[in-house]
């Protein structure tokens, strides 16, 4: 079974770091594209950043220069590094894997972003 | 960046009766589209990628037609089940993007 377990949300002031962590089991972050998506409080879905073969990586012009996103092979985990943080980066923070289209989704972790 | 837009915004449907839900892109995205399901506290399913092709599960009621820069997707005979918000997204360029979303009401 595929399964990918997010966590690292909570609470955080303006200008503050946070790192989430995506934890897959059933299949492999480093021969897969696994992605981050976010979504506002009553909001719409937003795409957020992707790593893919190669290490390749790319991010929305939101949160580029701010965010990075890095796997560990060895424990299967992808990373979402959160710097510089914005009242308007608070969101339920997603992680799914696929290529392109996305068919596996973690339950998602909140992060709140206020002083 | 490649705007995705979707239409209309909230859609009232009876059980039984056929929805058609639409999303545009602002540039050609060839089928490079997918459909998600969000309902209420879950995270989004994937519903059909390819622009027409069913994920793995998904009932026959879904059904996805498109291809360059308008798309459609129709649930062929409404369930309550399928209250819950549509996103569609192209993933034939980055950065990716999503529509803002259909609300299928009940």
């Known amino acids: 079974e595929m399964l990918l377990v997010e966590s690292g949300g909570g609470l955080i002031q303006p200008g503050g770091s946070l790192r989430l962590s995506c934890v897959a089991s059933?299949?492999?972050?480093?021969?897969?594209?696994v992605t981050w998506v976010r979504q506002a409080p009553g909001k719409g879905l937003e795409w957020v950043s992707v790593?893919?073969?190669?290490?390749?990586?790319y991010h929305a012009d939101s949160v580029k220069g701010r965010f990075s996103i890095s796997r560990d092979n060895a424990k299967n985990t992808v990373y979402l590094q959160m710097n510089s943080l914005r009242v308007e980066d608070t969101a339920v923070y997603y992680c799914?894997?696929?290529?392109?289209?996305?068919?596996?989704w973690g339950q998602g972790t909140l992060v709140t972003v206020s002083s | 960046e490649l705007v995705m837009t979707q239409s209309p915004a909230t859609l009232s449907v009876s059980p039984g009766e056929r929805a058609t839900l639409s999303c545009r892109a602002t540039q050609r995205i060839s089928s490079n589209l997918a459909w998600y399901q969000q309902k209420p506290g879950q995270a989004p399913r994937l519903l059909i990628y390819g622009g027409s092709t069913r994920a793995s599960g998904i009932p026959v009621r879904f059904s996805g037609s498109g291809y360059g820069t308008d798309f459609t997707l129709t649930i062929s005979s409404l369930q309550s089940e399928d209250l819950a918000v549509y996103y569609c997204q192209q993933y034939n360029s980055w950065p990716l993007t999503l529509g803002g979303g259909t609300k299928v009401e009940i």
């Open positions: 790593i893919y073969t190669g290490d390749n990586t």
């Open positions: 799914a894997s696929g290529i392109g289209f996305y068919d596996y």
């Open positions: 059933g299949l492999s972050v480093n021969s897969n594209y």
